[in-house]
């Protein structure tokens, strides 16, 4: 099994993705020819076939490369609204359920960052992982001290794939970016984000400052950072308790359930924006840990963005560009900043308008239910306008996909809640203190 290398550098990684989009052309084209000579319940059922196939040699290529081309899968994963069902429950195996590293591999990534062997460090270390993602692996290990711990150990060469890989998108996206729908500062920020998350030190202190500023949320467990046993490619962390996302969902949760961990998700959200100015950035369901009270883990912390984001959520709920020419004008500007023609900026305003409506609904029924496909419309024809009408902020990119997480798990969980009392509730807390 191939593993990013020191010298699996942008042409290699280039080739295999290449090589991959050839593999799934041909299979397309040979899909096409049988179509001349099956009726319509065969072209079905082969077109349910070709893309079984196709979308498992992508997640099996893309999990093998790791780095920015896993994350891109992982990213697809969250598009149940577009992409059909069986391509995103394969795709969403890159959530935790990447190819691992060799035990023997791992061992010396671990030993090359604190030292040691970790059968010297911990007094028990299962050498299987129980996670492996883009970046790094996961495994069980228990301390000299008896305590149950999650340790994530980062693949070799790893920051060089993932430059390796911004090489490839730079390349990829010239045309889009001479024409100026993606400026070089956009793909600049979302290298300079990723790039971030092969530091587990900054992992460390954002765990840390999450774990201060959301210990309000009685229901919430992030994980305690033990600093003695973590370096930057080894982060140590109190192990969390709790279900995947589909296995909480094969109990079949009653909507009363379902909707509480839908406003607690939001509560949490919210809360980050208002309280800490600084949001998880990465809600894929593998960062999330589910109980049948309703109790959430939320772990790995290495992608956050910190940003001011409350005026915003504020200016929205409320409507506030619809006050007055003043407002509409400072509403803009927080969203796409001074430098934005306001003419441009101007041109957003009923997509702006459409979304309040969808997540922040008035009158008799304020519940957003977020089984309805018109959320997802919304939030998808919102993009599409600010990416068409070159509106895309670079200090948004992260962002947007946390809002697509977040909001995917919302639609899992079929959740419906009351988007608007939330953002209400959490900033008159905020004003407590």
């Not at 279900?243 to 839908?262: H, I």
């Amino acid at each position: 099994m191939t593993k990013p290398t020191a010298n699996d550098g942008t042409v290699r990684r280039g080739y295999r993705l290449g090589r991959l989009g050839l593999s799934l052309a041909g299979s397309y084209l040979g899909y096409q020819a049988q179509n001349l000579w099956l009726g319509e319940d065969g072209r079905a059922a082969r077109a349910a076939r070709l893309r079984s196939r196709a979308s498992g040699r992508v997640r099996e290529e893309l999990g093998d490369l790791k780095g920015g081309a896993m994350k891109l899968g992982q990213l697809l994963s969250l598009q149940g609204h577009s992409l059909p069902e069986d391509v995103v429950r394969e795709l969403a195996q890159l959530q935790m359920r990447a190819p691992a590293m060799h035990p023997s591999l791992a061992r010396a990534q671990f030993k090359g960052s604190l030292g040691a062997y970790p059968e010297d460090v911990y007094r028990d270390f299962e050498t299987e992982p129980f996670a492996a993602a883009s970046v790094g692996q996961v495994h069980r290990a228990i301390t000299r001290e008896g305590v149950r711990v999650a340790v994530k150990i980062q693949y070799p060469a790893i920051r060089a794939a993932i430059e390796n890989d911004f090489d490839l998108l730079r390349s990829a996206m010239l045309p889009g970016r001479m024409a100026g729908y993606f400026p070089a500062a956009l793909v600049e920020e979302l290298r300079r984000g990723i790039v971030e998350e092969t530091d587990y030190r900054n992992e460390a202190a954002n765990l840390e400052l999450f774990h201060r500023g959301l210990n309000r949320l009685p229901y919430l467990t992030i994980p305690t950072v033990h600093r003695e046993l973590s370096s930057d490619r080894v982060i140590t962390m109190s192990f969390v308790e709790g279900e995947s996302l589909d296995d909480f969902l094969r109990r079949k949760p009653p909507q009363a359930l379902r909707d509480l961990v839908g406003r607690r998700l939001l509560e949490m959200y919210y809360t980050q924006m208002g309280w800490l100015k600084a949001v998880h950035a990465d809600h894929h369901p593998g960062n999330y840990l589910f109980h049948p009270d309703g109790r959430i883990g939320l772990v790995d912390f290495g992608c956050v963005k910190r940003i001011d984001l409350a005026p915003i959520v504020e200016a929205t709920r409320r409507r506030a560009w619809r006050e007055s020419a003043e407002e509409e004008k400072r509403v803009l500007a927080l969203i796409f900043g001074a430098h934005t023609p306001p003419a441009r900026a101007r041109k957003f305003l009923p997509n702006l308008d459409r979304l309040a409506d969808t997540l922040f609904p008035r009158g008799a029924s304020p519940l957003t239910d977020f089984r309805d496909v018109k959320v997802w419309e919304a939030l998808r024809s919102t993009s599409e306008f600010a990416l068409r009408e070159k509106l895309v902020a670079p200090e948004f990119a992260f962002l947007s996909r946390a809002d697509l997480g977040l909001y995917h798990l919302l639609h899992r969980l079929g959740a419906r809640v009351n988007i608007g009392e939330i953002g209400t509730a959490v900033s008159e807390a905020g004003r407590r203190g």
